[in-house]
């Protein structure tokens, strides 16, 4: 059967799952047309949680960057209720390879059969996850870094996807304040993720080895190129748990150890998860 792109996108649903970190994001910067915007978690407090943050963000954000002032927010913990009639479904699940192909066949069967299947990834081409879908040409990677701080969104074709998918997003995403940028080949981290874990695993093996402490290393990239992310305080406002599920993804790829891992399972032991938690490596966020 010939995909059909979805039609009347301005009067459908959109939505989120996963309403951790980035899913609540996600949804903050998809919800600032005035589309009905639903956050999908097994977890029903946590898709509450999502909505509340939404709500208590969402002024700020269209002050900022414009946007329609009214909104449409549910929290959901039934998929089919979650996906009824939704034009978009971005996934945003922790970084579980097993996880994300059983979620993508179950969009497969549940969501209305022109909706876009996007994966927040950052790790995982879609190709890897699309083995369970009978319409692999319409689920693509539509990678998130941090907004609203961070509006960039890659898009990455799983080989399979439509084109005209990327083209409709490359059309309706400035629309939410976001820019997206479209990766030309596949790539085992996309863009800046490519050049961000070199920086990333260098920074841990420097703390790992007992070369210098996390603040030491914030401190000279702050100063060396005058910016206000440092290595550091970025993981922490990621969650040292993804950060270490990412790593241990390259460095399988790579067929290499990942040495800083037993240095984050410990913090991620004593519950020190980052910004999310009130503590990672660094310990000031009340």
């Keep these: ?31 600032l047309q005035g589309a009905e915007v639903r956050v999908f978690d097994t977890d029903l407090a946590v898709a509450k949680a999502a909505i509340e943050y939404i709500a208590t963000q969402r002024h700020r954000a269209v002050e900022e960057l414009g946007g329609n002032p009214a909104v449409r927010l549910a929290a959901k913990d ?34 209305a059969p022109d909706a876009v299947l996007a994966s927040n990834s950052s790790s995982f081409a879609s190709s890897e996850f699309i083995g369970g879908v009978g319409s692999p040409e319409r689920v693509l ?10 509006r960039s969104v890659e898009l990455m074709s799983s080989g399979h996807t439509d084109p005209r998918i990327i083209e409709l997003l490359m059309a309706e995403l400035p629309k939410y304040a976001l820019m997206p940028h479209r990766v030309r080949r596949q790539s085992t981290g996309f863009i800046f993720n490519r050049i961000w874990a070199a920086i990333k695993r260098e920074s841990l093996l420097v703390v790992a080895e007992g070369v210098a402490d996390p603040q030491d290393v914030d401190a000279l990239f702050a100063d060396v190129f005058k910016s206000e992310t440092t290595p550091f305080r970025f993981m922490d406002e990621v969650g040292l748990d993804v950060v270490l599920d990412i790593e241990n993804h390259y460095c399988e790829l790579a067929g290499m150890e990942n040495k800083s891992a037993p240095m984050l399972e410990e913090y991620i032991a004593n519950g020190w998860l980052g910004i999310k938690s009130g503590r990672g490596f660094y310990n000031d966020y009340a």
Excluded: C
Excluded at 141 to 150: D, K, Q, R, S, T
């Design 1 to 31: 059967m010939t995909y059909t792109l979805p039609a009347n996108i301005a009067d459908r649903p959109i939505t989120i799952i996963g309403g951790g970190t980035l899913g609540r994001r996600i949804a903050l910067m998809l919800s």
């Design 78 to 111: 039934n998929l089919v209720d979650a996906l009824r009639d939704a034009w978009l479904v971005v996934e945003a699940v922790p970084e579980k390879l097993g996880l994300k192909q059983a979620l993508f066949a179950d969009l497969d069967q549940l969501a």
């Design 141 to 150: 990677n539509m990678h998130f870094y941090m907004p609203p701080a961070v």
